[in-house]
């Protein structure tokens, strides 16, 4: 019986359609590249002191010495968060007018009760001078972050069973406009707590919308075209997403136009909505086989080419709606020994990788030099990264590859201490390669892990490493919060993680070439792994089938 791909193979790999619809879902995922890491300008913290309320009678020279010096690594500036007592400098003003003939260190300190003055050399506004988020509120700037990212971890899980329940396009279509109408409301949020309600649904919105592109475009397109729709039609829009959000931050200097401008982005893909198709096969399973038969046509019109009087006899329509029928729960990724070490291995190096990744780019405001060119440079950085994945996808083993770029960004990473201070520049470029790497390996892992799960369990061996990946974007921004206790404590945890990481995956086994595993028995053997084969025990399998038992070859039936 024919599959799908051989039913639908009249209407050629890359028509003017297919090239229309590559370029459309690419140029929809845009707005994701910026509205995820819009927080690195919007939530940015400029330099700050305690304020001194202005309607004292203090000379320019006493309100100076309001605040404290303390000595922070090398430097020696004024606390953020301490001031001497108001009331005690304006009785010693009266008594000292040179401020400079009293020894302020025994004057008592207390905390900001005036608030803070900002600086306004970078920006007007961010949500850090809005509502306070320094000293004892710290801790809430990368709490908004999270917030998104948990956001991101709820929508990876619904995604899925919405898209296959409502459709691709529509599914994709009603996640943009969420991700763009609540971008919108957060410009005019009136507390902290509201603008953080208002960025989960956001992020919400923004991975369920570029998930659903992913899985149209996967099913819209050849087989020739998914592996370069999946890694450059997808991510080199990511990143130029990306690269444009520091061009318009810098243009942008509050944080309130600056989430309005990225937010009307959105508005943009409304006229998309006519020519952008819902996925035949997701019809096909719901038994809408005429409207799926009309797409077709519709293609095939465009395409130039004369269809077939009939596209689908009744056997077939049967057999997939047979296939859709067949259920697997999440057990089965744990079903033997082999697949739990599969699914235990891709669950860690999912999360540690996406914890660099988002930690990194979170972090791109706290380098040295620039803070605009060095966002820019983050995610220019990636469209090189992007390529090197998919030639490293074409030509090189899997397990070698991703191994590789996730050793060279946690080596990169774990030398940034080893770089004296007045060589800023470089560390700042060993960031920019340890972020090169990440990248790399971010779009590898999700070809290698698709490959080692069989077609019943794959799309659930990819969505579970996915959550893991969502729970190391959550704690990603707390990683250079730890830069409070120690500088380099982050770039160190971090480096020595995906170093792990990378020896973790050498474990798995190779996938380049080999014949992708239709049932569980299929699945093939992890490195250097052994376990008991008994009568009670049978998880251990070879690729030809049999396995050992009592010094016995005995063919093995039914599957693991």
């Known amino acids: 019986m024919r599959d799908y791909d051989e039913i639908i193979a009249f209407l050629g790999e890359w028509g003017p359609f297919q090239k229309i619809v590559f370029c459309l879902l690419s140029l929809s995922v845009l707005p994701n590249g910026f509205c995820g890491l819009s927080i690195v300008f919007v939530g940015d913290i400029p330099e700050h002191r305690c304020l001194v309320p202005g309607n004292l009678n203090l000379s320019e020279a006493w309100r100076n010495r309001t605040i404290p010096l303390v000595q922070e690594g090398d430097k020696l500036q004024y606390s ?46 961010t949500i850090v001078t809005e509502w306070d988020l320094v000293c004892n509120n710290d801790w809430k700037g990368p709490f908004v972050a999270s917030v998104f990212f948990v956001g991101v971890l709820v929508g990876s899980f619904i995604s899925g069973q919405l898209s296959d329940r409502f459709g691709r396009k529509a599914i994709m279509f009603g996640t943009m406009a969420v991700q763009t109408v609540f971008s919108v409301l957060q410009v005019f949020s009136p507390n902290w707590e509201i603008f953080c309600i208002l960025n989960f649904l956001v992020g919400l919105g923004q ?35 990306y690269m444009m959000l520091p061009l318009l931050a810098y243009f942008l200097r509050s944080w309130k136009m600056l989430l309005f401008a990225l ?3 959105g508005l943009l893909y409304v006229p998309l909505w006519w020519f952008i198709p819902e996925s035949p096969r997701w019809l096909l399973t719901k038994g809408r086989a005429q409207e799926a038969e009309a797409i077709f046509r519709h293609i095939a019109k465009r395409n130039g ?8 006899n009744d056997l077939e329509l049967e057999d997939m709606k047979a296939k859709r029928k067949q259920s697997y729960s999440i057990i089965h990724l744990f079903k033997t020994h082999n697949m739990r070490a599969i699914t235990i291995i891709s669950f860690l190096v999912w999360m540690i990788l996406t914890t660099e990744y988002f930690g990194l780019s979170l972090n791109t405001a706290n380098l040295h030099g620039d803070d605009y060119l060095n966002c820019f440079f983050a995610g220019a950085v ?41 060589l800023s520049v470089l560390g700042t470029v060993l960031v920019m390669i340890g972020k090169f790497g990440t990248t790399c390996a971010f779009s590898i892992v999700y070809v290698y892990t698709a490959e080692l799960y069989a077609t019943p369990i794959r799309n659930m061996g990819v969505g579970v490493s996915s959550m893991a990946s969502r729970l190391g974007s959550i704690t990603s921004p707390y990683i250079f919060y730890l ?45 250097w792994f052994k376990c008991r084969n008994t009568p009670r025990n049978n998880d ?10 009592n010094n016995m070859v005995v063919s093995k039936k039914e599957d693991i």
């Open 80 to 125: 953020k968060c301490r001031r001497y007592r108001v009331d005690v400098i304006m009785n010693l003003s009266e008594t000292f007018p040179d401020p400079d003939s009293f020894n302020m260190s025994e004057v008592e300190q207390e905390p900001c009760l005036d608030g803070w003055e900002y600086s306004k050399d970078q920006y007007i506004s």
């Open 207 to 241: 991975i369920s919308n570029m998930v659903a592109a992913f899985v149209l475009g996967s099913e819209l397109l050849g087989k020739s075209v998914r592996v370069l729709y999946g890694s450059l039609g997808i991510c080199i829009p990511y990143a130029l997403g």
């Open 263 to 265: 937010s009307l982005a």
């Open 305 to 312: 080419v004369t269809p077939p009087e009939v596209l689908f």
């Open 382 to 422: 990636e469209v090189p990264a992007y390529v090197a994945a998919w030639l490293f996808l074409w030509k090189f083993p899997r397990r070698l590859s991703l191994s590789g770029s996730l050793f060279l960004g946690g080596l990169a990473l774990f030398f940034i201490q080893l770089i004296p201070s007045n």
């Open 483 to 527: 830069g409070v206790h120690h500088e380099f404590l982050p770039y160190n945890l971090m480096g020595i993680f995906t170093i792990l990481s990378a020896i973790l995956v050498l474990f798995l086994p190779e996938t380049l070439n080999a014949p992708l595993p239709d049932t569980l028995g299929q699945m093939q053997k992890i490195k």
């Open 540 to 549: 251990c399998f070879y690729q030809t089938g049999t396995f050992e038992e």
